[in-house]
């Protein structure tokens, strides 16, 4: 069977755009930048979501829903804010369409223009802390410990399916807190949750770390990330908890009357995960064959493919097939019995294969009468014949197994691939292989800023475990008291 | 305990927002018609929509994402669509803010305008068929069977909380079909889904019938809903079904190879209900002391108010509170025990009937003693005090009978205030006091338009059950063979 995907040694980045296609995830729309999230990507997401809503949910928080406009004049509130985000939004200026009567067709209503215009909203902090000035009247009006689940809008210029969209799906946590302290217990609970489930569902290991001034979220005081890596040695930032500081209730007048009968302003964080996600599940697992998932994200666990010549066969393995499927479904396994009498196994083998279905069974006449079936793992590509009766113990154990294999590939494959480099020349060379980079750095913005220029590698995170350990800047030489993490990213 | 909401017979409009904003379901935003949905009115929108999308799936539908922007050129395509929706919809021209030297903030970039405008979806056809064209080939490709949860924008002028916004989230579904016959059978499947879900879990009892011409979808050949009575004898479209012909598929080019080997034109269907769910619910069952939830949908289907005087008392009450809590949460009842002992037992009773709490329990002193507790209903705030020990079967019982109960009340209110109508002095008599009439119409629009110039009462459907009967039309005297709906609705 002919490959139908580049392979990633021929070219990763052609390889991701063909596995996101051919395993029918996603695509591009008629709109710049912005994709058509197809039935199967989506039920990953919809796994994803379900996941972290129950997370959210059991750390306390609740869902609301926010304006998807934000007035223009809210972005000038919070002078950094605005930086981030006025240079790559959409902007609604009117309201309504005409005949467009010389060139046919429709234009914009002149007379239809807005008193002031509205952003798409790329993040919702403004227009959620103007609400909260409402909300919010004393000490006993606070935590709010509110997520919304919204799509959101950046006009990038160089777009790429699910790593980098003009539009996007997500989730943002917006809370607010009468201490500086709770806002920051806030912010690194959400942090563990992120890790949590980035270990625990996308079998991704991850760095828990603090980005640097540069890197941090516009308007924040603190933003600390979890960050993972690809296996093309390139960082991908997969989710971010913010510390906001007073920051946006100063901008939007938000305050309290404490315990003490004191007006202070409230003390707020923000955090959000995304459809990148899916980029980054697609990415540390997957293989020339196509997806590889994690059963714990994997909208069907198990396929069940008959194999038979004649009708009569058909029939049998085909009834076998879904009295099989019946049984692990009782065990909450998600199964497909692909019955189809169009399509031979072979082609359905590679169909699997590159949706990235964890586990195949086929059932043929030989085990049929044997009591047998073949068992196919989707991660390591092996097969081996077990006994029929041995199905409802063997499979949840099997899956069980998968997930911690995979986690263990990809931690392995992160160990191997994380360098302490301690001299420039060396580093010189491990950028251009790729890997997290872990070195001394002088603290400066401006060592940070040209080590990019250099070589196109950002700081990905100061870890958050690394301890104390003195040291020369890797580029600089000047004192460093702990190193961090360098790697070029997508 | 002084009301605090505004009586329906004093204002029924005013009590509609009196209650939403009273029992935090939802708010107005800066942004003009855009909505805030509250942690607890979006608790009941994620009941809703966990509910229907279960529906959807067991019809086989899948979920996907399509983009929130479409190019204004789309909306030409199908003349109908255009005059439908062209009219109000939010349309960005710009890609970027800059900032304002001289007036200060931010203004809009005048280099970074778009080549073609976005339009804001207010409905997916145009560009979810432009996508599927690309996905259909052949009849093996068919029928898709697409259902997208999604935020739209419709630029309406007067806008209601739920009832009419500006902005509003909804599902929307998308099939594409062989045949018109598999079309239309998709069409009134979901209406089936639609009136189901109306009657079993939002308990109002809805009519199921056809738009008229001039009442139909923009684009569609038909248009199925579902119509629900308010308390104020107004009518309110629940939730429609297009059958769509093969208009979409012919003004984006979407043929399919036949099973004879020819090209022909996809049959399409779309459908959708929204948070104007939520404002149906709200005013079907409301009363003056605020909302009154079925329990399928109530996010807390039970509360527990301890009584006490004394700390021991206090420890006493509640740690029982919390014991039951624990038993009936093992039979899938959402219970929340609220033990603050900062609010008075009266004013905690106050909110949750604000709130809809199907049922509130009660647990003093002498209950502690006796073995008892008291047992409120919301919907006819009747009590009764029952044995602790008989709460696992009561409670689950009690609640069944609610769904019930607030169904077949709303069911009684429908059948006390439908009306046979058969001369013009009766219809303008009984418009004016409100409900459903039903009458024949000659099935010209234009005595439709005149009636409602007239009355301000449009036909709300023609119903799928009458059956032929011969009349003359209640404004012109011409011949008629069915009765219809009318009504002023929402």
Redo the contacts between chains.
Sequence with gaps: MAKVLTSRSENYSQWYNDLVIKADLA?N???RG??????YG??I??KIQAELDRMFKETGH???????????????REAQH?EGF?????????????KDEVN???K?DPSAKLEE????RPTSET?IW??YK?WIQSY?DLPIL?NQW??V?R?EMRTRLFLRTA?F?WQEGHTAHETSDEAIEETRKILDVYSTFAEEFLAIPVIKGLKTESEKFAGAINTYCIEALMQDGKALQAGTSHFLGQNFAKAFDVKYASREGREEYVWATSWGVSTRLMGALIMAHSDDNGLVLPPALAPQQVVIVPIYKTPEEYTATCNRAHAIKDSLKKLGITVKVDDRD?HKPGWKFAEYELKGVPLRLAIGPRDMEQGTIEVARRDTLTKEVIAQDQLTTVIPALLDTMQKDIFNKAFNFRAQNTFKVDTWEEFLIQVEKGGFISAHWDGDPATEKLIQEETKATIRCIPLDSSEEAGQCVRTGKPSFRRVIFARSY
């Design positions: 695509e729309s008629a709109v912005c994709m058509v999230i197809k039935p989506y039920a997401w919809e609740v869902n609301a829903y926010f304006p998807l406009f934000i007035p223009k004049s809210f972005f000038s605005v006025a240079k790559e939004c959409a902007v609604v200026t009117h309201y309504r369409l005409m046919g067709g429709l914009v215009e509205l952003i798409v227009i103007n609400t409402n006993r509110i919204a799509n809008v006009w539009e799906l169009t």
